[in-house]
Nanobody, 114 residues
Framework: QVQLVESGGGLVQAGGSLRLSCAAS????????MGWYRQAPGKQRELVAA???????NYADSVKGRFTNSRDNAKNTVYLKMNSLKPEDTAVYYC????????WGQGTQVTVSS
């Protein structure tokens, strides 16, 4: 079992920044890549960013150049730094550990006001 706990969401004005954290615990040896997803009201959950165990990253086109995904293996934590936030970034953000069993955190709300 893997437990994922997100934190760092909140309300911010457009153009502002937030940093989300996702702390992993449990059978973390099974975790390789980690992903950040988001789901806005009435929309499907979408992949925002992903990071491999080696630190390689990829991003959705909508966040490239604004979001940075990183990880601290010593702390079993991944981060999503979000800059230049836009109202359309408003969503619940989830971290995910994919695999034969896919684990999800509880989500953290990000609200960007215009």
């Amino acid at each position: 079992q893997v437990q994922l706990v997100e934190s760092g969401g909140g309300l911010v004005q457009a153009g502002g920044s937030l940093r989300l954290s996702c702390a992993a615990s449990g059978s973390i040896f099974s975790i390789n890549a980690m992903g950040w997803y988001r789901q806005a009201p009435g929309k499907q959950r979408e992949l925002v960013a992903a990071i491999t165990s080696g630190g390689s990253t990829n991003y959705a086109d909508s966040v490239k150049g604004r979001f940075t995904n990183s990880r601290d293996n010593a702390k079993n934590t991944v981060y999503l730094k979000m800059n230049s936030l836009k109202p359309e970034d408003t969503a619940v953000y989830y971290c995910n550990a994919p695999g034969p069993i896919s684990y999800w955190g509880q989500g953290t709300q990000v609200t960007v006001s215009s």
